[in-house]
């Protein structure tokens, strides 16, 4: 009896997930053969603890990244990153310049109109599906080195 309540309460356990909301997703348009590209948005956080958003998954690349631009002595790299925190209650923007969604070694072309599925994972083991429009995106993310 002792193991079926466990198995009981472990299992609610996994069931209670941080309730994130996404805001304003998008995809940088890219010139048609361009190898790489970004997703932007915002992430709130309704749940009362914290929540990183620790993987993204999309069938448009080879390789979908969590990224954060830095500056180091003067100049602007991307580094990637494990995990995104978004604060209880709080909120989170992924924005050109800062954290985002990197897509490395496009599979298709990535045109302003088109809309591409991404998948977010989150820390407390769920995930979510959003469907980014894709937008031109002004200048920001033109000179920067990239390094891991």
Known sequence: MKK????????????SHADVVVENPYARAVPPGQMNSAAFMML????????????AKSDVAKSVEL???INEEG???MRQVKEI??????MTNLQPGGYHVMFIGLNTDL?????VDVTLQFSDNS???????VKKVMAGMKHHQHKH
Request: charged content about 10%.
């Open 4 to 15: 079926v309540l466990f198995a009981t309460l472990l299992s609610a356990a996994s069931l």
């Open 44 to 55: 709130k956080n309704t749940d009362s603890a914290p929540v990183a958003l620790i993987a």
């Open 85 to 90: 925190t978004i604060p209880a209650n709080g």
């Open 111 to 115: 045109p302003e109109g088109k809309n």
């Open 127 to 133: 995930s979510q599906t959003v469907t980014l429009p």
């Open 67 to 69: 990224h954060n631009h």
């Open 75 to 77: 100049v602007m790299r």
